[in-house]
C-alpha cells in the first residue's frame, strides 16, 4: 500500500522510465480510496524485459519506486489478453 502522493509522483517520472527502459509499451494503475494499487507493464519481448528488470532505476524514481512497491505482489502473466470497448 502506498501514498497516493507517492504514486501520483511516480506518474510525473514517466519519462525518465521510458528512457531507461525501452522494452516498456504501455501499463495501467488503479488507486483505491486506501492507497492500495494494481499496476500492470507491458513488453514487447519478455527476455528484454527481464534484463530491464535487473537495471538500476534512474535516480529520480529510485526511492519513489522503493516507498511505492514495499510488500508489492508480483504476478507474471505470459499471455495476456488485452480488451477495450
Keep these: 500500500?502506498?501514498?497516493?502522493?507517492?504514486?501520483?509522483?511516480?506518474?510525473?517520472?514517466?519519462?525518465?522510465l521510458r528512457e531507461a527502459r525501452p522494452e516498456i509499451i504501455g501499463g495501467t494503475i488503479g488507486v483505491a480510496d486506501d492507497?492500495?494499487?494494481?499496476?500492470?507493464?507491458?513488453?514487447?519481448?519478455e527476455p528484454a524485459a527481464r534484463v530491464g528488470e535487473k537495471?538500476?532505476?534512474?535516480?529520480e524514481v529510485r526511492e519513489l519506486?522503493?516507498?511505492m512497491m514495499a510488500g508489492a505482489r508480483y504476478y507474471d502473466l505470459h499471455d495476456p489478453?488485452?480488451?477495450?470497448?
Excluded: H, N, Y
Aim: charged letters at 20%; glycine letters at 8%.
Design 1 to 16: 500500500m502506498a501514498d497516493r502522493s507517492v504514486v501520483e509522483r511516480l506518474l510525473q517520472t514517466t519519462g525518465a
Design 35 to 45: 492507497g492500495s494499487f494494481t499496476k500492470t507493464i507491458a513488453f514487447d519481448d
Design 55 to 59: 537495471a538500476e532505476p534512474p535516480p
Design 65 to 67: 519506486l522503493g516507498e
Design 81 to 85: 489478453w488485452f480488451a477495450s470497448p
